[in-house]
């Protein structure tokens, strides 16, 4: 039969122990954790191996497998452990190796209004003959060494460098012309394929 919700009110309000209260299990997992099978196949061992042959962090180790004696609550895991406080990545990344290339580069590279001249010496008429010359190089070789470092280095090591690189391999892809952009995406690829089969 259905109930109406002030049945249900009325039901409740008579009897309120109707819903047993009761605190969650806390006695562990009864059976294998992913980390139980993890550590049965070795599998911390072997990213272990593998981060140490792609060039990741020296001493760098995955978390130990879990002990069948504790609970999960008296483990802590190595970024739960008190630690003294960082500076903030905000204040530390304007002084990192890229802003300080990037900031030049563009301010250099870029024509501006009153001083279209990028070399002093040079007649205006090659002066985008050069700019787009050094764009096609920092494009090829950029691209080439993100192609590079994806195929070779480890998860973390990637993650560290790329970004850097993707973001001056695309704007120097953008500022070329469309036929040296063309070639240069074309040598990133023919460096791609021919490289890392």
């Known amino acids: 039969m259905v ?28 059976e294998k954790t992913l980390l139980d099978w993890a550590s049965e196949r070795k599998l911390f061992d072997e990213a272990d191996a593998r981060q140490r042959t792609l060039g990741g962090k020296k001493g760098a180790k995955a978390p130990p497998p879990p002990n069948q004696s504790t609970s999960g609550r008296e483990r802590r895991r190595p970024q739960q452990q ?12 304007p002084s990192s190796g890229a802003s300080a290339f990037f900031t030049p580069l ?25 700019r787009q010359t050094i764009f096609f190089a920092v494009s090829v070789a950029a691209g080439c060494h993100l192609i590079k470092i994806t195929n070779t280095y480890g998860y973390i090591s990637v993650m ?14 953008i500022e070329l012309n469309l036929l040296p952009a063309t070639a240069s995406v074309v040598i990133a690829l023919a460096y791609l394929w021919l490289g890392f089969r």
């Open 106 to 130: 563009f301010y250099i590279l870029h024509p501006h209004p009153s001083s279209p001249t990028l070399v002093p010496v040079v007649p205006k008429r090659y002066q985008e003959p050069i």
């Open 160 to 173: 560290k460098r790329s970004p850097p690189l993707g973001c001056l391999w695309v704007w120097s892809v």
């Open 82 to 93: 008190p630690s003294s406080p960082r500076r903030p990545i905000a204040c530390s990344r």
């Open 3 to 30: 109930q109406s919700r002030k049945d249900r009110k009325a039901a409740a309000e008579k009897s309120p122990g109707g819903i047993e209260l009761a605190h969650p299990d806390k006695s562990g997992p009864t």
